[in-house]
């Protein structure tokens, strides 16, 4: 059983939710991707999202396209994010961990040396924003062969063939956008985001998760009752974005440690 179905399944077993944050390596500093992680997970997060940097992060609001370019300024590249996965292994073998970004890093690099890579350094999932399904399916082969989760987005306007489509290939988990539109952006109907859940897992197999403008403890708990995890991205970016060098790390922990105890919190 991978890292990730291990992890959901121990949650299922103490009727807990997933707590699955999302950063850009390399924002602020490279040196910094690792001490961000585990400050991540000592503050509650079960699964960690880490962000590839892309000059043209076409899913993603102001808050996260500035981390990304921030990122690429300080020459972040795919390879340093492997790094990174790598280097956090030496301490943590259990928590995993998900690659989220964009398919031209991955295809400059090529789906066989990505893959082979991404296992050595200890990746347990790849989510790849701009794949449509009919395009992901070697690639998820590629991964499969090496034993890495292949995770897809689902969104508001998904049509009912698509999500059947989708939940046939997706392994580890699939990620629903709770809200049309970019990443940290309006406001969410919880309401809405209930029923789209329950549509979508009439046909999953893997566990649901929501993301996309999740800012708060109380809307992180209204979405714990309805799906099995919640995605913190653009509220953990800006809390980043806005701490000094010496308040960084405990930030981003209370950050974790808010949402954590909202969620445990959930019916």
Same mark, same amino acid.
């Given at each position: 059983?991978?890292?990730?179905?291990?992890?959901?399944?121990?949650?299922?077993?103490?009727?807990?939710?997933?707590?699955?944050?999302?950063?850009?390596?390399?924002?602020?500093?490279?040196?910094?991707?690792?001490?961000?992680?585990?400050?991540?997970?000592?503050?509650?997060? %079960?699964?960690?999202?880490?962000?590839?940097?892309?000059?043209?992060?076409?899913?993603?609001?102001?808050?996260?396209?500035?981390?990304?370019?921030?990122?690429?300024?300080?020459?972040?590249?795919?390879?340093?994010?492997?790094?990174?996965?790598?280097?956090?292994?030496?301490?943590?073998?259990?928590?995993?961990?998900?690659?989220?970004?964009?398919?031209?890093?991955?295809?400059?690099?090529?789906?066989?040396?990505?893959?082979?890579?991404?296992?050595?350094?200890?990746? %347990?999932?790849?989510?790849?924003?701009?794949?449509?399904?009919?395009?992901? !399916?070697?690639?998820?082969?590629?991964?499969?062969?090496? %034993?890495?989760?292949?995770?897809?987005?689902?969104?508001?306007?998904?049509?009912?063939?698509?999500?059947?489509?989708?939940?046939?290939?997706?392994?580890?988990?699939?990620?629903?956008?709770?809200?049309?539109?970019?990443?940290?952006?309006?406001?969410?109907?919880?309401?809405?985001?209930?029923?789209?859940?329950?549509?979508? !897992?009439?046909?999953?197999?893997?566990?649901?998760?929501?993301?996309?403008?999740?800012?708060?403890?109380?809307?992180?708990?209204?979405?714990?009752?309805?799906?099995?995890?919640?995605? @913190?991205?653009?509220?953990? @970016?800006?809390?980043?974005?806005?701490?000094?060098?010496?308040?960084?790390?405990?930030?981003?922990?209370?950050?974790?440690?808010?949402?954590?105890?909202?969620?445990?919190?959930?019916?």
């Amino acid at each position: 059983m991978s890292r990730i179905a291990t992890t959901f399944a121990r949650l299922a077993g103490t009727a807990r939710k997933a707590l699955i944050p999302f950063f850009t390596v390399g924002d602020p500093q490279l040196e910094m991707a690792v001490p961000i992680m585990q400050a991540l997970v000592a503050g509650g997060a %079960d699964i960690l999202e880490l962000g590839v940097p892309f000059s043209d992060p076409m899913a993603d609001g102001p808050t996260i396209q500035r981390s990304s370019e921030r990122a690429l300024s300080n020459g972040v590249t795919l390879t340093d994010v492997l790094a990174v996965v790598a280097e956090f292994r030496q301490t943590d073998t259990l928590t995993p961990v998900v690659l989220m970004g964009y398919a031209n890093p991955i295809e400059r690099l090529g789906f066989a040396t990505f893959a082979r890579h991404a296992q050595a350094a200890g990746v %347990d999932g790849v989510l790849v924003v701009d794949y449509p399904p009919v395009e992901a !399916r070697r690639f998820k082969e590629t991964l499969s062969q090496v %034993d890495i989760d292949t995770i897809f987005l689902l969104a508001p306007t998904t049509t009912e063939t698509r999500i059947q489509e989708i939940a046939q290939l997706a392994t580890g988990y699939l990620y629903y956008v709770s809200l049309r539109g970019v990443t940290g952006a309006a406001t969410i109907d919880v309401e809405a985001v209930a029923a789209q859940v329950a549509r979508i !897992r009439r046909q999953a197999t893997v566990p649901v998760g929501v993301g996309f403008g999740i800012r708060d403890g109380e809307t992180a708990r209204c979405l714990g009752e309805v799906a099995d995890a919640i995605v @913190v991205g653009s509220r953990l @970016v800006e809390t980043i974005e806005s701490s000094s060098k010496g308040e960084l790390l405990g930030n981003v922990e209370g950050l974790m440690r808010e949402f954590r105890h909202a969620l445990d919190n959930a019916s």
